[in-house]
């Protein structure tokens, strides 16, 4: 078994080196496959090319870049990988696959099963993640004065998953429009705010899911049709990012 699998995510994150230069690790372009594990049990996720349907996630700490300035760069870095495992944890628990930074938020993906079953598990992750950052924004706000918040995009469609990159430096990626848009709808997301598009909602059985989603403006991006979305709001907005 792992260390991440073994320890918290601010343990293991404290025994990671401070570099994220890593190219022999990231020189591993491909493996046969691993397992994530899900409420129901262990999942297989293959690594070799695919193009599947699934829920995508976008998880934003809201605070840290624009503190990257003025904290140590060990520092910033960090807590980062704490953000990421911590993130990771949830994720693989709900039975997906966390792929990496998308510069301060990580990018996620549920593509086992129906649309339903895809959009329930990860819902189920983010309100994980959500519910349970507050004693992480506040462990790093008493040791080093930063206010942080997360915010999240969700949307369903087709994505291509692989690897890729340039030489010494391939990693799992994630690509396609779906994924573009999944990233517009957290744009759209508040400080402290979880949004999600109306093909997420439409497939969501919500008599077993605690999701109290309101009706948002419509979100216009270029040469598109107006998209349908929806946010699990808070009461106060949040203005210190």
């Known amino acids: 078994m792992s260390t991440a699998a073994t320890a918290s995510p601010t343990e293991y994150a404290k025994t990671q080196p401070l570099s994220v230069d890593a190219p022999a690790a990231r020189a591993k372009a491909s493996a046969p496959e691993y397992t994530a594990t899900s409420i129901s049990g262990p999942l297989p996720i293959t690594l070799s090319p695919q193009r599947r349907d699934g829920a995508i996630l976008f998880t934003e700490v809201r ?3 624009s503190m990257s300035g003025v904290l140590e760069p060990e520092q910033v870095l960090l807590l980062t990988n704490e953000f990421c495992n911590y993130v ?11 792929i990496g930074l998308h510069h301060d938020a990580m990018l996620s993906v549920f593509c086992r099963g129906s649309a339903t079953n895809s959009a329930q598990r990860a819902i189920r992750a983010a309100q994980q993640i959500q519910g349970g950052f507050g004693a992480t924004a506040e462990r790093w706000r008493r040791s080093c004065g930063l206010r942080t918040a997360l915010s999240q995009g969700m949307h369903l469609g087709e994505i291509t998953l692989g690897n890729a990159g340039p030489k010494g430096a391939v990693r799992r990626l994630a690509l396609g429009d779906s994924v573009t848009v999944g990233h517009y709808i957290l744009r759209r997301a508040r400080t402290g705010e979880f949004v999600m598009s109306d093909s997420v909602m ?11 989603a309101e009706p948002l403006p419509h979100l216009e991006i270029a040469r598109r049709q107006p998209i349908r979305i929806y946010g699990v709001l808070v009461e106060e907005r949040l203005d210190f990012t």
């Open 63 to 65: 605070g840290l870049v």
């Open 88 to 98: 990771a944890d949830a994720v693989a628990a709900a039975g997906g696959e966390a």
């Open 202 to 212: 439409g497939a969501l059985s919500v008599d077993n899911l605690n999701l109290d």
